[in-house]
């Protein structure tokens, strides 16, 4: 199962325990409604267990729109607080996570001390993690997961959004480390050795525990040499050594020293 298969089935079991069974067994008229008559004027169990009839087979938009219905027609009831949330999920199951961001944004704002905010927060964070591209592209998404899912770590460390979140956030840091590289050996195969230095010292500052920092502290060691300050070569070269000794980074940084400054 891939990482974000396995998120969308956690996130899917944690929001079965939203569902409020005595509420849905109230009344089963709704069981039959049709989305093409969901914004008709319900009462608030027929309309709720319509949402969670489409969500249960999978019709997540259809849900969506149902579950908004419940806090557009009944925005007193205690339900529109649940529907909200349920809302969010069923934009988020749907691959609508802009709208699934919005309503779980909208929760919190109306519920910041609920017992469910930890859950609103954690489906902000994975909507943004589900839209990182690759590293080729603008990391602006990327920042705002890792942000996100920051906020779940913090707002929540003992909860159990938190243990996957962390894991997600290490994935995160790794994408943004691998845009800096990325930009960095740009501006190295334009012989900008300055420009290139800046962004490999970042990921060695910033992205220590990532996979790229080995490489980093291997191109920072071309970077120096190239602008002439063997001793700043040096320096990175045995932070790789200490670091990562038996790699292929530090073995080509140690090559390179003993060819271009023996001496430093």
Partial sequence: ?????????????????LVITPLLAACGGGAGVKKDTRYVARDVNTLYRAAQDRLDQGNYRIAAALFDEVERQHPYSPWARRAQLMSSFSYYMDREYTPAIESAQRFLAIHPGNKDAAYAYYLIGLSYYEQISDVTRDQKITQQASNALGEVIRRYPDSRYAADARLKVDLVQDHLAGKEMEIGRFYQRSS?????????????????????????????????????????????????GANYPGTKWYDRAYKLMQKHAPTA
């Fill in 192 to 240: 900008n050795w300055l420009a290139a230095s800046i962004r490999f010292r970042e990921v060695t500052q910033k992205f220590q525990t990532t996979s790229h920092t080995a490489e980093a502290l291997y191109r920072l060691t071309e970077c120096y040499l190239a602008l002439g300050i063997p001793e700043e070569a040096k320096k990175s070269a045995a932070v790789l």
């Fill in 1 to 17: 199962m891939t990482q974000r298969s396995s998120s969308r089935a956690m996130t899917r079991l944690l929001a079965a325990t």
